[in-house]
């Protein structure tokens, strides 16, 4: 061939030489088997350092490096040798978990949200089933577990030295929710940098204390200990303390039940007992008793609020009632929660931060007796791979065993997630997620110890049904990519430019041109078309009958949204279509009747009809709702525009109608 390059492909002989490079299907098997491994490295240590990989470009890249994984999967099954599937029993409850997803997502009502969800579930559950497959051995399994120590000490040093210089950046990025005296490392949320060192610290001690490692390895991972609970500590999440406290406790329970490491295990026992001590002396309760946060600001809002917890909780659990086995549909909490708005909760949960109940609001009782029953799956896994896994820390004459160690330490570090989970949205930040999923399939496939059952040949009929499933894995995975990641590129260049112009208009035009089942872009471009049209030009008409198509695409593309409804009627409003604008004030009172905003954008339509005596009311019930945030528009137009008018029409004065449009903004 031209240029020298040389190829010969003689599977029957199961050789063929590329570039003068000879390869055999073995070798071609460990190529591969060496790739993924790589690549799942790289989107575990990836994930947590581009801020838990929540922004969209960063999720992409870890969607891009799974893509890999899948495809390398297909390669060596096709020219690997001997190829085989482990198939442990938890695999039937994610393969069932998959499907009622993909169903679910076409009969969902808000298609957007249920499609990016679905990605995140044929996601998750590629990494489950190929680290399942691909990294089972004793080195892959450690390599995982070094290169997840070594991380999450990274993090929490960086955690440490947020905290000493009081600094509110992440990288070169403020976080978007301040939290004053609280470190996040490389995440967003402190909360989230909790979950990532509470699932590592367990695995550090386990290996610590149980591991066969040399002596200086003992020492470092002494320190990495150390640094990932001063990184803990720092994140001042309470829930991330108890979740972490009961991940070691189970951790050191199992170890002080073995002669070999009972004294190590309870020493160290007692020094975490000292200090988690003194930290619930030093901060917790001072934190309590002056009805501030544990960072000590005198002005802060007290301790943690469980009131709002329960609300999210009730109205979640409210959701599930109403649907009780299919719920409300995929990611659709955030949309459908203004039904079921408290009237003590005014705020965005995004999630009900509970993962259990918020996987009851989202996928109903069928969904939630899928992850129910791989949970029971799982824990009798554990109870049989026990055995096997145990007698391993007898092998050695020094009874050390990095199986055992690292086995005993992925499940204390699973156990302290799960119990996060009861307070906390977990598995919604994928940086946390993945790191779980894989803790839970490399634990899983230590079933291979206890049977050779679950091992099957990879012959041609399930050869090309897998080689179907994972090219098809494949291709959605970067077809969605690429779709999201154009939208993502268009979303990002309109929030570069000022709110409202034309070139941030046309930004969001482009993007909705990419992604049209986006509600959210069609509900930004008729606020664009809406602001525009209240500056008064002569062709304001024109741009308020824009919005409001606009608005008419939003509630479509989202049924459950009230505020495209609300700036509906408020278009109308202004041109002066009052009774055209009735139906949409309803309709979004329908959907979000607690809400203050909504409440208060009511009472500004009664103002616009001239209706004070209404309007006044609608205020009123506004700045109740809203409690100790002050409204802006309701206690404006309650004083200052309803009270007098209604003064003027009792003195016998004639009322004129007031008009602020730019009021509600």
Not at 442 to 462: C, D, G, I, N, Y
Not at 597 to 616: C, E, K, M, P
């Amino acid at each position: 061939m031209g240029g020298g390059m040389r190829r010969r492909f003689t599977w029957r002989r199961g050789w063929f030489i590329f570039s003068g490079m000879v390869f055999t299907r073995r070798n071609l098997d460990w190529w591969c088997e060496r790739g993924i491994l790589t690549l799942m490295l790289a989107a575990l240590v990836f994930a947590p350092l581009a801020f838990g990989a929540v922004p969209a470009w960063s999720f992409l890249v870890v969607q891009a490096l799974v893509a890999g994984v899948l495809g390398l999967w297909a390669v060596r099954w096709w020219g690997g040798h001997k190829p085989k599937l482990l198939w442990p029993p938890l695999a039937w409850a994610v393969a069932a978990f998959v499907a009622y997803a993909v169903a679910r997502y076409f009969t969902a009502d808000i298609e957007y949200a249920a499609r990016l969800e679905l990605i995140q579930v044929l996601l998750f559950a590629g990494v489950f089933l190929a680290v399942v497959n691909h990294l089972h051995g004793q080195d892959e399994t450690m390599a995982v577990a070094w290169t997840l120590l070594i991380l999450g000490t990274v993090v929490a040093g960086y955690a440490v030295a947020q905290f000493f210089n009081h600094s509110d950046h992440v990288w070169n990025v403020i976080r978007p929710l301040p939290t004053p005296g609280r470190a996040s490392g490389t995440f967003y949320s402190p909360d989230k940098l909790a979950v990532f060192l509470e699932m590592l610290l367990p695995l550090a001690l386990a290996i610590l204390v149980a591991g066969r490692v040399s002596v200086v390895t003992r020492i470092l991972l002494a320190y990495a200990a150390l640094i990932m609970m001063a990184g803990l500590a720092v994140t001042f999440s309470r829930a991330g303390w108890v979740a972490a406290a009961a991940g070691m406790l189970l951790l050191l329970g199992c170890l002080m039940g073995h002669q070999n490491y009972r004294g190590r295990a309870g020493g160290l026992l007692l020094v975490l007992l000292a200090g988690g001590g003194f930290s619930v002396w030093r901060y917790l309760a001072r934190s309590i008793s002056y009805g501030r946060r544990v960072t000590g600001d005198p002005d802060g809002p007290g301790v943690l609020d469980w009131t709002n917890r329960f609300d999210m909780w009730r109205a979640a659990l409210a959701m599930w009632r109403d649907h009780f086995w299919w719920g409300v549909g995929p990611a659709h909490f955030d949309g459908c929660f203004g039904e079921y708005r408290p009237e003590s909760f005014q705020g965005r949960p995004l999630w009900a931060h509970n993962d259990y109940v918020n996987l009851l609001a989202d996928w109903g009782t069928v969904g939630g007796l899928i992850v129910a029953g791989g949970v029971v799956i799982f824990i009798i896994g554990l109870w049989q791979t026990w055995p096997h896994v145990k007698r391993a820390e007898n092998t050695f004459g020094t009874g050390q065993s990095n199986r055992f160690a690292f086995f005993l330490g992925a499940v204390s570090g699973l156990f302290a997630l799960a119990v996060h989970s009861a307070a906390d949205f977990n598995v919604h930040t994928p940086a946390n997620a993945l790191v779980g999923v894989t803790l839970l399939a490399l634990v899983t496939s230590s079933v291979r110890f206890a049977t050779e059952r679950h091992w099957h040949r990879v012959r041609l009929p399930l050869k090309l049904a897998g080689s179907l499933v994972l090219a098809g894995g494949v291709a959605g995975l970067a077809a969605q990519g690429w779709r999201h990641g154009e939208e993502a590129f268009w979303r990002a260049q309109a929030e570069r430019l000022p709110d409202f112009s034309a070139g941030h208009t046309e930004a969001l035009k482009q993007a909705l041109a990419v992604e049209p089942e986006n509600f959210q872009t069609a509900y930004d471009l008729g606020e664009c078309y809406r602001t525009q049209s209240l500056d008064g030009g002569t062709n304001y008409v024109e741009l308020a009958r824009t919005a409001l198509d606009f608005y008419a695409q939003a509630s479509r593309l989202n049924p459950h949204d009230p505020y495209s409804r609300l700036r509906s009627g408020m278009c109308l409003d202004w041109l002066g279509r009052h009774a055209e604008a009735e139906p949409f004030y309803r309709a979004a009172e329908m959907r979000d009747p607690n809400g203050n905003f909504v409440v208060a954008n009511i009472g500004w339509h009664y103002v616009q009809t001239g209706d004070y005596s209404a309007a006044r009311q609608w205020f009123g019930r506004a700045i109740k709702l809203s409690g100790g945030t002050p409204n802006r528009m309701a206690n404006y137009y309650y004083t200052e525009v309803c009270e007098p008018k209604l003064k003027e029409v009792a003195a016998g004065g004639q009322s004129r109608r007031w008009l602020y449009p730019r009021l509600d903004k």
